[in-house]
């Protein structure tokens, strides 16, 4: 067993990961109703020592609708006809989401508005007051 890397920082030991197998909804005919295909991955985020407090912390803060009670992260694959490609896909999406909790977001720079896009705003402002200065002017029913 090896270990998992989430990004260049972090990783996950493999023996952390525990999988079952079901029968599965998806493609597959006969071998469907006979063979356990779909992969289950469950991973117990509380109890893990690849990770640290902060980081665990963070994952149950962005995760917080994919974790149960007990603290298991739970990833479902039966998208192949095979047992090893679902494990292999279950993995994969295993990565993308922990890796994209443990992603800290750019922080925004405010930009300021350009001086043309200003000018524009100001003309464009002017004329419409300019035209609604002009409906002002006449009096009403007065032909």
């Not at 270990?3 to 972090?10: K, M």
């Not at 989401?97 to 100001?122: C, D, F, M, N, Y």
Request: glycine fraction near 6%; proline fraction near 5%; aromatic fraction near 6%.
């Amino acid at each position: 067993m090896g270990r998992i890397e989430i990004n260049p920082s972090v990783s996950i030991d493999e023996a952390e990961l525990t999988f079952t197998y079901a029968r599965s909804p998806g493609p597959g005919g006969q071998n469907v109703n006979k063979v356990a295909t779909k992969a289950i991955l469950r991973f117990n985020l509380a109890a893990s020592r690849s990770l640290t407090e902060t980081q665990k912390s963070l994952l149950f803060r962005k995760l917080s609708t994919r974790i149960n009670s007990e603290g298991w992260l739970q990833v479902v694959c039966w998208r192949h006809r095979t047992q090893p490609a679902n494990r292999r896909e279950a993995i994969e999406r295993f990565r993308d989401i922990v890796a994209g909790a443990l992603r800290v977001p750019k922080k925004r720079r405010p930009t300021q508005p350009s001086r043309g896009s200003v000018e524009r705003r100001l003309n464009e402002k002017r004329r419409r007051g300019d035209i609604k200065r002009q409906r002002r002017s006449g009096e009403w029913g007065a032909e």
